[in-house]
């Protein structure tokens, strides 16, 4: 069987890779680097600059800790070799294994040109490949506000943002959502003056109430000014200095102006007409197991619109692999094709602020609003030795479960590695695990996962178990 899998971020190359385990003849159309948005403009780079930001802030608060410390000095030049390295690094590791799984790379524009063929460009030649199916995954690409000149050198994107010529002294981030966030984070922990722009009432809208609230005190802390329920009406620049004037008439000078409002999945110019491919807007159409309209011709990641995440982009890239496979034998052998879905229920969503955001399921409210008897427990940090002794007792762990059976519905995290913590309550939610499974499990003492486990004894009484 040969497929063809186009866009090789995490969507893409984790679907070339498990078809090509499971036999298949792939080629992956790439037309930039392998590791995608992720590896090259989103996820590594953010985290690697939030790093040496938390180092810089540490190093302010050193005398908190009996240290002696001078405030730390940005070295931009290493700052950003260190980066690169690290995704050089990450990128080498994925075109190893694409060798070694004899997934055929090929770097050019690749677009559909009929409902299962594909024409890609490199350096002006084409090459048409005419497979048994196709994996679409080229991801998103950057929305930009209507009234902001992108051409402007001083209004960055994220893309601008992670390649990091100055720390600006000042920078309006227009948009409260996650990327805007870890941005505000990094620079006001560098030392800038931050202002971020909200349209909506809250930071990280969608978001529980308690975690909104949260985060916004941990940033207003390290300096960030928030200006929510608002937009900036022009961004104009004068000579050296930005501009940009709030509907009430405020007017915020920078040095730069971060647009973070957003991403819209990657379709255009990828030949969805040709393709005669089914569209939810700019999201391709897929049902359940990742097929598109167009039988033999699958799409996975921020294409499809959904979650638009790494790990979300990953397992439905497997998924869609093993599809595609399944499918051929069974349309080969006369048999119906068992096929997989992406269970989202139990996927966690992380934001990467100091301090960190780790959540997963449903909020009370939302487990409510599904017709679920849910209650919740809450428990802080500011009596856990592990979080005291790290210096970062701030934030709580809610945990929602339901009334009776004691399952867990979900969990909202604001708090020290809340990254990694998040994913005991996942394991569970995936296993179909009750709150009494955390209650029974010995935590280490100390560690910041006891926060999880007084909430789970928590809520297991007020489940009535
Ligand atoms: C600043 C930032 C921070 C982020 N941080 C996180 C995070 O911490 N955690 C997280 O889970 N997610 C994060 N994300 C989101 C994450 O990067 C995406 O959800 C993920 O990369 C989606 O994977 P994908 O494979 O669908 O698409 P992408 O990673 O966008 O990959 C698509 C690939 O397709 C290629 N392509 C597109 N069109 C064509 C074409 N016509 N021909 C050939 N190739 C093509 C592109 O060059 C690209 O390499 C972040 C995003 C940004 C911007």
Redesign the pocket.
């Known amino acids: 069987m040969r497929i063809v899998v186009?866009?090789?971020?995490?969507?893409?190359?984790?679907a070339a890779f498990e078809a090509a385990s499971l036999g298949a003849e792939v080629t992956l159309?790439?037309?930039?680097?392998?590791?995608?948005?992720?590896?090259?403009?989103?996820?590594?780079?953010?985290?690697t600059i939030l790093r040496s930001a938390r180092i810089a802030l540490d190093s302010r608060n050193a005398a908190e800790f009996g240290l002696r410390l001078d405030p730390a000095v940005v070295d931009i030049e290493r700052l950003m070799e260190r980066k690169v390295g690290i995704i050089e690094g990450l990128r080498t590791q994925i075109e190893s294994t694409a060798t070694r799984l004899k997934v055929n790379v090929v770097y050019?524009?690749?677009?559909m040109t009929g409902p299962k063929t594909l024409r890609?460009t490199t350096e002006g030649t084409h090459v048409d490949f005419e497979p048994d199916a196709v994996i679409l995954?080229?991801?998103?690409?950057?929305s930009k506000l209507d009234g902001v000149d992108h051409t402007i050198e001083r209004v960055w994107t994220?893309?601008e943002?992670?390649s990091l010529v100055e720390i600006p002294d000042r920078v309006v981030v227009l948009g409260g959502g996650?990327?805007g966030l870890?941005?505000a984070c990094a620079y006001a922990s560098f030392g800038s003056q931050v202002d971020v722009i909200e349209l909506t009432p809250s930071v990280l809208p969608g978001n529980d109430k308690r975690v909104q609230k949260s985060v916004q005190i941990a940033l207003e802390g390290l300096g960030v000014r928030f200006h929510l329920g608002t937009k900036a009406d022009t961004v104009a620049q004068y000579g050296e200095t930005m501009v940009t004037t709030l509907e009430d008439g405020t007017m915020i000078e920078t040095d730069i102006v971060l647009s973070?409002v957003g991403?819209k999945p990657?379709s255009e110019?990828?030949g969805v007409e040709k393709a005669g491919l089914e569209m939810d807007r700019a999201a391709v159409k897929v049902d359940a197991h990742f097929r598109t309209s167009v039988p033999g011709v699958y799409a996975?990641?921020?294409?499809i619109g959904g979650?638009?995440?790494?790990?979300?982009?990953?397992e439905?890239?497997r998924a869609a692999a093993r599809n595609a496979v399944r499918e051929f034998e069974a349309a080969g052998a006369g048999r119906f094709p068992q096929l997989e879905s992406v269970e989202y229920g139990s996927i966690p969503?992380?934001?990467?602020t100091f301090p960190e955001v780790g959540v997963v399921g449903r909020t009370r409210d939302g487990a409510k609003e599904a017709g679920l008897d849910a209650v919740q427990a809450v428990a802080k940090y500011s009596a856990n030795g592990k979080a005291l002794g790290e210096g970062e007792s701030e934030g709580f762990v809610q945990l929602v479960a339901e009334v009776g059976s004691g399952r867990i519905l979900g969990c909202q995290i604001v708090g020290p590695h809340a990254v990694e913590t998040i994913h005991e309550v996942a394991l569970s939610m995936r296993n179909g695990l009750t709150v009494k499974a955390i209650c029974e499990t010995v935590h280490a003492h100390p560690s910041v996962s006891e926060v999880i486990k007084a909430a789970a004894l928590d809520v297991a009484e007020k489940c009535g178990l």
């Open positions: 186009l866009g090789g971020g995490p969507g893409g190359h984790f159309i790439e037309r930039d680097n392998l590791g995608g948005t992720c590896l090259n403009w989103g996820c590594i780079p953010t985290k050019g524009e690749g677009r890609v995954a080229t991801g998103s690409v950057v994220s893309d943002a992670v996650v990327i870890e941005f973070a991403r990657n110019g990828i996975v990641g921020d294409l979650m638009m995440l790494a790990h979300v982009a990953e439905e890239g969503a992380c934001v990467y």
